[in-house]
């Protein structure tokens, strides 16, 4: 049973949930995969297995994962090219006293790729590797503000942007969230500025002239930003001596292994990575030009496992592997012809609903203009989704594992909800076809 005693379709997981609640804060690590997210007491909450595009739940459901666990699998799960390398490296050690070459093998393989990288820097993960560049922003320059846009993960350095009397998050990150914890002293510390608008930047950067350590954002989500407009925050910033960062944690490797900045033409000053640069293995990097990062070596930053050998070699392997298969352009063939299709599907249900966005990242756009029943229809259509095997929210984090099976079994299943959808919304009785509570956004980026 679920919290309000319905009925769930997956009891084991419910079961595992609620004794998590009673263990750990939140029941989860991760506020992504809290079941709130999708369709409480539908949606699959514990997995079992993976393997190349699907996962196996705990109550004995096969799902194709459209999210891609978090964006972090660019292959698929238990890929066995990178399982072989890492389960040989374990062979020999995972971390020593002294260090290894795959740190400087790594590095140099990085640099050859990434437009900005000349140095580098590793971490774990992609909300640490962010605080890592704004700490050398910050060190670099000798100041302490810093702008951003888009969501940079959850330390004291970021949350502090709610401290102030409006709760500057609620668009970049999503509403509700209590800076509980971050001390007050930070607050003013870091500001928000709105994706595409160069005016607004500009004239925030001169309100607080001389004081901006460094101006971060995602470069993109959705959408491709608008001609020039990239190159337009990187002059607004270098012109005030801030450092300008990229934070590249979510698109990774998707655009090649160059990483966005590359496919976008737009050269960071630092760049942050982390999910798909390692197919689900833990690793992240800072990378960037050698003036900004070379000061790092004189500030304390510094942790025994940024450097263990399962995330090197799990990382360098991704590369190559990402670049020897052309992942890039297969993610991208396979999203358009994906999009195609469910637009096809739509059509021909005659729903009010688009599949659109970038073709490595698409994302359902549900026509409905009342905010209530949109949330409602999105809710159905994951609903309906999970029961067809098809785990996801709205959208699509796509894998090289993902063929041409797992685009029809989900095309047929997309046909059916949504001509679910299109019946409750013409008898107005959409809300008694849910049998879950509507699914809580996870994060409403700025980022298009």
Same mark, same amino acid.
């Given at each position: 049973?679920?919290?309000?005693?319905?009925?769930?379709?997956?009891?084991?997981?419910?079961?595992?949930?609620?004794?998590?609640?009673?263990?750990?804060?939140?029941?989860?690590?991760?506020?992504?995969?809290?079941?709130?997210?999708?369709?409480?007491?539908?949606?699959?909450?514990?997995?079992?297995?993976?393997?190349?595009?699907?996962?196996?739940?705990?109550?004995?459901?096969?799902?194709?994962?459209?999210?891609?666990?978090?964006?972090?699998?660019?292959?698929?799960?238990?890929?066995?090219?990178?399982?072989?390398?890492?389960?040989?490296?374990?062979?020999?050690?995972?971390?020593?006293?002294?260090?290894?070459?795959?740190?400087?093998?790594?590095?140099?393989?990085?640099?050859?790729?990434?437009?900005?990288?000349?140095?580098?820097?590793?971490?774990?993960?992609?909300?640490?590797?962010?605080?890592?560049?704004?700490?050398?922003?910050?060190?670099?320059?000798?100041?302490?503000?810093?702008?951003?846009?888009?969501?940079?993960?959850?330390?004291?350095?970021?949350?502090?942007?709610?401290?102030?009397?409006?709760?500057?998050?609620?668009? @970049?990150?999503?509403?509700?969230?209590?800076?509980?914890?971050?001390?007050?002293?930070?607050?003013?510390?870091?500001?928000?500025?709105?994706?595409?608008?160069?005016?607004?930047?500009?004239?925030?950067?001169?309100? @607080?002239?001389?004081?901006?350590?460094?101006?971060?954002?995602?470069?993109?989500?959705?959408?491709?930003?608008?001609?020039?407009?990239?190159?337009?925050?990187?002059?607004?910033?270098?012109?005030?001596?801030?450092?300008?960062?990229?934070?590249?944690?979510?698109?990774?490797?998707?655009?090649?292994?160059?990483?966005?900045?590359?496919?976008?033409?737009?050269?960071?000053?630092?760049?942050?990575?982390?999910?798909?640069?390692?197919?689900?293995?833990?690793?992240?990097?800072?990378?960037?030009?050698?003036?900004?990062?070379?000061?790092?070596?004189?500030?304390?930053?510094?942790?025994?496992?940024?450097?263990?050998?399962?995330?090197?070699?799990?990382?360098?392997?991704?590369?190559?592997?990402?670049?020897?298969?052309?992942?890039?352009?297969?993610?991208?063939?396979?999203?358009?012809?994906?999009?195609?299709?469910?637009?096809?599907?739509?059509?021909?249900?005659?729903?009010?609903?688009?599949?659109?966005?970038?073709?490595? @990242?698409?994302?359902?756009?549900?026509?409905?203009?009342?905010?209530?029943?949109?949330?409602?229809?999105?809710?159905?259509?994951?609903?309906?989704?999970?029961?067809?095997?098809? @785990?996801?929210?709205?959208?699509?984090?796509?894998?090289?594992?993902?063929?041409?099976?797992?685009?029809?079994?989900?095309?047929?299943?997309?046909?059916?909800?949504?001509?679910?959808?299109?019946?409750?919304?013409?008898?107005?009785?959409?809300?008694?076809?849910?049998?879950?509570?509507?699914?809580?956004?996870?994060?409403?980026?700025?980022?298009?």
């Amino acid at each position: 049973m679920t919290n309000d005693n319905r009925p769930t379709r997956v009891p084991r997981s419910m079961a595992l949930y609620e004794r998590a609640m009673k263990l750990i804060p939140g029941a989860t690590q991760l506020i992504s995969r809290r079941p709130n997210r999708v369709a409480y007491g539908v949606s699959p909450v514990y997995a079992a297995r993976a393997a190349g595009a699907r996962f196996w739940d705990v109550d004995g459901f096969e799902y194709i994962d459209w999210i891609s666990g978090i964006g972090s699998i660019i292959l698929g799960y238990a890929d066995p090219v990178v399982d072989d390398a890492v389960c040989r490296q374990i062979t020999t050690g995972t971390i020593y006293s002294v260090n290894h070459e795959l740190e400087i093998e790594l590095a140099e393989e990085l640099c050859r790729s990434i437009p900005c990288a000349e140095m580098v820097r590793y971490a774990k993960c992609g909300g640490e590797a962010c605080a890592i560049a704004v700490r050398i922003a910050r060190g670099v320059t000798g100041r302490d503000k810093v702008l951003f846009c888009g969501y940079h993960g959850w330390h004291d350095w970021y949350l502090a942007a709610n401290l102030a009397e409006e709760a500057s998050l609620n668009s @970049h990150l999503f509403p509700g969230i209590e800076p509980t914890g971050v001390p007050s002293a930070l607050a003013g510390t870091v500001l928000p500025f709105a994706y595409g608008d160069l005016t607004a930047l500009g004239e925030l950067l001169d309100r @607080h002239r001389g004081q901006i350590a460094a101006v971060i954002m995602e470069p993109l989500r959705s959408e491709i930003p608008a001609e020039g407009y990239l190159a337009g925050v990187a002059k607004l910033t270098r012109e005030q001596g801030a450092v300008f960062i990229l934070d590249e944690v979510s698109a990774g490797l998707r655009f090649g292994t160059g990483g966005a900045q590359e496919y976008l033409k737009v050269t960071p000053d630092m760049a942050v990575f982390a999910k798909s640069l390692s197919n689900g293995y833990p690793m992240a990097a800072v990378v960037g030009r050698r003036e900004v990062m070379e000061p790092a070596a004189r500030m304390f930053i510094s942790s025994t496992y940024w450097s263990d050998t399962i995330g090197l070699r799990a990382a360098l392997t991704t590369l190559r592997e990402v670049r020897r298969r052309g992942v890039p352009e297969q993610l991208s063939r396979f999203g358009a012809e994906l999009k195609r299709r469910l637009n096809a599907v739509a059509q021909e249900v005659g729903i009010d609903v688009r599949c659109e966005g970038i073709d490595v @990242h698409p994302h359902l756009q549900f026509g409905m203009t009342d905010a209530k029943v949109k949330g409602q229809a999105t809710t159905l259509y994951i609903q309906e989704m999970a029961k067809r095997g098809c @785990h996801g929210y709205a959208s699509f984090y796509l894998n090289a594992a993902q063929g041409e099976r797992e685009l029809e079994q989900t095309v047929n299943a997309a046909r059916e909800a949504f001509t679910i959808i299109r019946d409750g919304l013409a008898a107005n009785q959409i809300d008694r076809l849910l049998e879950c509570d509507v699914q809580q956004d996870a994060f409403r980026r700025l980022v298009r």
